[in-house]
Structures are given as C-alpha cells and as structure tokens.
C-alpha cells in the first residue's frame, strides 16, 4: 500500500512509504481515519525493512497491486496462468 500526502501530511514528497499491512487496529480514532501496523517494504525487491504503526486517513490510502521478483533461470520460460482446470469426462 502506498501511504503518501493523501494520507497524512507527515508523508509528503519523499517521506512517502510503501507499507505492508498486517493488522488494523479496532481502537476508536477520528471518523475516517485508522491506524495501520505492517512494514515498511523496499518497493524494488519487495524486502521488509522496519515495522511501522501509522495513523493514516482511509479516504487517502492507495492499494498497489502486489509485485513478485522473478525466480525464472536459464531457458525455462515464466508460468502463466492457462486459466481454469477443467474435470470431468475424457480428463
């Protein structure tokens, strides 16, 4: 998840941070707003640096598609998704 100004103004510009979440706290806070606990990630590998607990408007928060590093060696192509196994007569 990206946590950037949209966020909270404590997250602008270069202070922006890619969080990992693992767990919302239920506390009660102000109306639209959360408290997120999770780590702080390397964007480039993935990589968890630091865990973080953040305080972060809801409304400003944006969820980024998850990336995987390629594991793929030598000629061996990616796997890709052949869509759905289908069972029954003949298979």
Known sequence: ???DRRASVQFIGERALWLR???V????TYDGWVWL???SINRA??????RREVFVR??????QPRTTR???TGNTPPRRNAGPVR???GV
């Open 87 to 89: 069972r029954g007569r």
């Open 37 to 39: 606990t999770g780590y």
């Open 21 to 23: 979440v693992t767990s």
């Open 70 to 72: 390629s594991t793929t």
């Open 45 to 50: 590998t993935g990589e968890a640096l630091k």
């Open 58 to 63: 809801i409304a400003g928060l944006q969820v």
């Open 25 to 28: 706290d239920d506390r009660p």
């Open 1 to 3: 998840m990206l946590i």
